[in-house]
Nanobody
Framework: QVQLVESGGGLVQAGGSLRLSCAAS????????VGWFRRAPGKEREFVAA????????YYADSMKGRFSISRDNAKNTVYLQMNSLKPEDTAVYYC?????????????????WGQGTQVTVSS
C-alpha cells in the first residue's frame, strides 16, 4: 500500500509560479517512480512528468519541458512539481501517482496508486 497526498494548488495569475507537493507514505522502494498528471475540464488525463524515487531518471512530457520541473526529497518522502510561467491552459486538477515501473511512465495504467488531486487555476 502506498498513500499519496498532493498539496500546493491554488489560484495564480498568468505568468506566475506554483510548487506542488506530493507526500508519499507506505511501501516505496528506490526503483519505484512517482509521476504527475493533470486533467483539465472536458479533457483527458495528461502526463506531465515522472521521477524515480532514487532520482536516477527524470522524464517530462515534451510540452512541459522548460516550464515545469520535477524533483524529490527522499528525507521528506516528497516529490515536487515546480511550475513556472503558468498559462490559463495549465488550469487543471493535478494528480501524483506511484508506479513500480521504470518505463512507459506517460501511460496512466502503469501507475497503481493515485492521490486525490489538487486544483490549479491560472487566471488571465
Amino acid at each position: 500500500q502506498v498513500q499519496l497526498v498532493e498539496s500546493g494548488g491554488g489560484l495564480v495569475q498568468a505568468g506566475g509560479s506554483l510548487r506542488l507537493s506530493c507526500a508519499a507514505s507506505g511501501r516505496i522502494f528506490s526503483n519505484d517512480a512517482v509521476g504527475w498528471f493533470r486533467r483539465a475540464p472536458g479533457k483527458e488525463r495528461e502526463f506531465v512528468a515522472a521521477i524515480s524515487w532514487s532520482g536516477g531518471f527524470i522524464y517530462y512530457a515534451d510540452s512541459m519541458k522548460g516550464r515545469f520541473s520535477i524533483s524529490r526529497d527522499n528525507a521528506k518522502n516528497t516529490v515536487y512539481l515546480q511550475m513556472n510561467s503558468l498559462k490559463p491552459e495549465d488550469t487543471a486538477v493535478y494528480y501524483c501517482a506511484h508506479s513500480v515501473s521504470d518505463y512507459e511512465l506517460s501511460v496512466p495504467s502503469r501507475y497503481d496508486y493515485w492521490g486525490q488531486g489538487t486544483q490549479v487555476t491560472v487566471s488571465s
